[in-house]
């Protein structure tokens, strides 16, 4: 680009800028209250009505309903925490810090009581504790009523 180019360019730019009045200052220092009123006038526009009509819905199908013959095999996948209890106990931190390899921790329940089964966190069962094959297990000997579950809750 030749220099005479970029003397016209610069021209361009100058003469564009804010128009200057007789005093030689620019328009927008001169601006009044009535050009204020103006600007606002032309800047208000009218918002368009929105039209608005009642919603229709449909009934939904019943073919997503579980019924009777659907059984309980969309339940049967869903995993759950099974939790076997042996007992409990409260320390304080300065006693639990003093643990070592061979320390006896008492617990709440006697030895020979059975251990609460939980699902979930929710006591479901009670059982004793057996050894089958070298592996422990547990055998429900109770199984809580659906009373005593709801009233847990509570």
Same mark, same amino acid.
């Given at each position: 680009?030749k220099q005479s180019e970029v003397d016209e360019l !610069? ?6 800028g804010p128009a200057e009045n007789d005093a030689g200052?620019?328009?927008?220092? @001169? =601006? ?8 606002? /006038? %032309?800047?208000? &526009?009218? #918002? ?5 009509? /009642?919603?229709? +819905?449909?009934? =939904?199908? @019943? ?10 095999? +969309?339940?049967?996948?869903?995993? %759950? &925490? !099974? &939790?076997v209890e042996l007992g409990r106990s409260r320390m304080?931190?300065? /006693?639990? !810090? ?24 929710? %006591? ?8 089958? @094959?070298?592996? +422990?297990?547990?055998? !429900? &000997?109770?199984? #809580? ?5 709801? @009233?847990?809750?509570?």
């Open positions: 680009m !610069l021209k361009g730019i100058g003469s564009s200052t620019a328009d927008e220092e @001169n =601006i009044g209250w009535d050009d204020v009123k103006e600007e606002m /006038e %032309l800047s208000r &526009t009218q #918002v368009p009505k929105t039209e608005i009509s /009642e919603a229709k +819905f449909t009934e =939904i199908a @019943n073919a997503a309903k579980p019924g009777p013959d659907m059984g309980l095999d +969309f339940i049967l996948d869903i995993p %759950l &925490t !099974l &939790t304080l931190i300065s /006693e639990l !810090l003093q643990l070592g390899q061979g320390s006896v921790i008492e617990l709440s329940k006697l030895a020979g009581e059975p251990m609460d089964i939980y699902i979930n966190q929710r %006591l479901i069962a009670r059982g004793e504790v057996v050894v089958i @094959n070298e592996k +422990f297990g547990i055998r !429900l &000997t109770d199984i #809580v009523s659906p009373a005593e579950r709801v @009233n847990k809750l509570r």
